[in-house]
């Protein structure tokens, strides 16, 4: 996880700073925001908390948008979305939600975001880093057809592990019936909240979108539970390595295709070649093209041998004694739920297979790792 180097003087913070404080988090500067990267028990209790139990997350840093048609028509929101993203937007039911990414004129990715059908319009999660970009970008491409309303005044609270659903059903009844991926307003301990049932850790888990006045009374009792642990940013790094997930900015960016990503499960038929709709997204004939005949190289799982984490940027080679260097490390580190070190990164597709050896230069040593099926720590996810 890369931590911005930010002024201190000049970050803004989350409704749950004061709580995060008095709580003892480790307050470090990321994407514009002071936010705790551990509390007093450490990353490795927490990340193992969250894999045991349940693990609370602030990510209140993130962008959170409501997406209204004109029309007043659904159908004409989620079409012109569309236009932005390869995803099929128009076949998301009423509560449920779908992963989706921007993709820019060359194919790249300019953010990754989660879009839910909430009935009258749809709700956007975008990247911390990517909000303001993505806010000009909606306006530049829908303003035509949609109202574009960003909703800083809410909070957005992550609550993940195997427990999370028995700690949010004693605050709503409704939450037990919901499978992975629905989402939709849920009246959460009295609140007026949106829930969705998914998460970044590969763990069962909710995001809970809360008015910003209400976050730390809601916050303080899901922590009255003793099967829930407030957890930072280290944890949720770790976690999400595990869960073979992308981080923006680093296993995924404007450099990488939806395709080079391993993101083309996220893309659906009638989007792609012969599709209902077929294209009309940014960067849709590089895109299609690699769909049908793949892409020059594949973001992969990397398994190191021995026990010294493989960092960001680590050059890649085919074999030990090679000078031409043919991958990077985007995301690497110590799994603590797998005792062993973990990492992601870009490969020829000729040398992606899984099963095949490649080697990272680690302190003027060359460190064999093997390719491999990620997640690296099977999902946990109520389907």
């Known amino acids: 996880m890369m931590l911005a180097r930010d002024d201190h003087s000049t970050l803004k913070t989350t409704p749950l700073h004061a709580l995060h404080l008095a709580s003892g988090g480790k307050m470090v500067p990321f994407a514009g925001y002071e936010m705790p990267v551990q509390f007093a028990p450490g990353v490795l209790r927490e990340h193992l908390h969250t894999r045991e139990a349940a693990g609370l997350f602030d990510v209140s840093h993130m962008g959170q948008i409501a997406l209204r048609p004109k ?21 998301v039911a009423p509560g449920r939600q779908r992963y989706a990414q921007f993709t820019s004129d060359s194919g790249g990715i300019l953010d990754d975001l989660m879009v839910a059908n909430f009935g009258s ?22 303003s035509d057809t949609c109202i574009i309303e960003p909703l800083p005044d809410r909070a957005l609270l992550a609550l993940q592990g195997p427990k999370a659903e028995s700690a949010l059903a004693r605050l709503c009844a409704d939450v037990p019936a919901m499978r992975f991926m629905d989402a939709g307003p849920r009246r959460v301990d009295g609140i007026d909240c949106f829930v969705s049932r998914s998460g970044y850790t590969g763990e069962d888990g909710f995001e809970i979108s809360v ?12 922590l009255a539970n003793s099967d829930v642990l407030p957890v930072g940013l280290g944890a949720r790094d770790s976690l999400r390595l595990e869960a073979g997930l992308c981080l923006y900015g680093h296993d995924i960016d404007t450099s990488t295709t939806p395709v080079e990503g391993a993101l083309e499960w996220s893309i659906q038929k009638s989007r792609r070649h012969g599709g209902a709709r077929a294209g009309g997204f940014p960067g849709a004939d590089r895109i299609l093209s690699q769909l049908a005949q793949g892409a020059p190289r594949r973001r992969v799982g990397l ?13 890649l ?4 004694s090679s000078t031409e260097q043919i991958g990077t490390v985007t995301s690497g ?51």
């Not at 008015?211 to 899901?222: G, I, S």
């Open 303 to 315: 398994r190191p041998e021995g026990r010294a984490p493989v960092r960001e940027g680590a050059p």
């Open 71 to 91: 029309s007043g028509r659904l159908e004409d929101a989620a079409l012109a979305l569309e236009r932005l993203v390869p995803q099929d937007i128009l076949s």
């Open 121 to 142: 319009h749809l709700f956007l999660v975008v990247n911390a880093a990517c909000k303001t970009e993505d806010d000009a970008h909606l306006r530049a491409g829908l």
């Open 211 to 222: 008015p910003a006045e209400q976050a730390e009374r809601f916050a303080r009792t899901l």
């Open 317 to 320: 080679f085919a074999d030990a």
């Open 333 to 383: 580190g110590f799994g603590p739920s797998l005792n062993a070190p973990v990492a992601m990164g870009y490969l020829p597709t000729p040398q992606a297979a899984l099963g095949g050896t490649v080697f990272a230069e680690l302190r003027g040593q060359r460190l064999p790792l093997r390719v491999a099926a990620m997640p690296f720590v099977a999902n946990t996810y109520k389907r």
